[in-house]
């Protein structure tokens, strides 16, 4: 997979620097961000595999991640007969998975301090086919409940929005994570976040701002979703677990679709 510059409006967002290039020399640079780690951008297999690594050891306990790869087990295994390295590999293997296809429809994935943070943006319009509930109904209820539950809150909370200030455009959190093997570095998670929320909700955004969206798994990612601007419009419930519908929109009225004065 060859990485490309991506861009949301008149100036490039961070890109992957080629060998040549030292790492440092990518850096977000705007507001508040400008005492942030340095953040590239890419869609390489090993941007694919950061993140894939980083999620994997950072949720690898997290009671929804656990509930959704116990479903993929055969009849009469449990989560709780494998080790954690067992468990992280499932999670692993299903994230490059997931990330391959994201980014083929145009995602890219943000990295800060050298894998520290990672977060991958994908880029959704109302009208664009949605994963389907039913389709995976018959292996994996709990997980179509799931779908289910948030396809309804986004038709509800997200697609107004987006359709009355973006055309139905908007970009989406889909996975992120602080990779807890990787030396702690100060700002990497809002390196990862804060400069492409204001990018996106900005008039410099291609075709204009739009809103963001996210669905926070656990409540002490609602907690830091909410600490960067992010507002709580729901919650869904799946066997006991909750998680929480969020979205920005910044500085966008979302009466008319202007930005505020």
Wanted: hydrophobic share 40%; with cysteine.
């Amino acid at each position: 997979m060859t990485d490309t510059p991506i861009t949301t409006g008149s100036a490039l967002l961070p890109v992957e620097p080629p060998p040549s290039t030292p790492a440092d020399a990518v850096a977000a640079t705007n507001g508040e961000t400008r005492n942030l780690p340095p953040v590239t951008t890419g869609t390489s297999d090993s941007y694919i595999q950061g993140l894939a690594t980083a999620v994997s050891r950072a949720s690898a306990t997290e009671p929804l991640t656990v509930m959704f790869q116990g479903e993929k087990l055969p009849p009469g295994q449990s989560v709780a007969d494998l080790d954690l390295a067992s468990i992280q590999r499932m999670i692993y293997e299903t994230a490059v998975t997931r990330l391959t296809t994201k980014l083929a429809a145009g995602a890219f994935i943000a990295e800060a301090g050298g894998f520290a943070a990672v977060a991958c943006w994908v880029p959704g319009k109302v009208g664009q086919p949605y994963a389907s509930h039913a389709s995976v109904l018959p292996q994996r209820p709990l997980f179509a409940r799931f779908l289910e539950g948030w396809t309804d809150m986004m038709r509800r909370h997200l697609y107004p929005i987006a359709e009355r200030v973006s055309g139905g455009r908007y970009w989406k959190l889909s996975l992120m994570a602080r990779d807890p093997e990787v030396e702690y570095v100060p700002g990497a998670v809002r390196a990862v976040l804060v400069p492409f929320i204001e990018r996106f909700t900005s008039d410099q955004n291609e075709g204009g701002p739009v809103p963001v969206w996210l669905e926070a798994g656990s409540d002490r990612a609602r907690t830091v979703y909410a600490h960067f601007g992010f507002r709580e419009v729901g919650e869904i419930e799946v066997n006991g677990i909750k998680t929480w519908g969020m979205i920005y929109t910044g500085n966008i009225n979302i009466e008319n679709g202007h930005r505020k004065t």
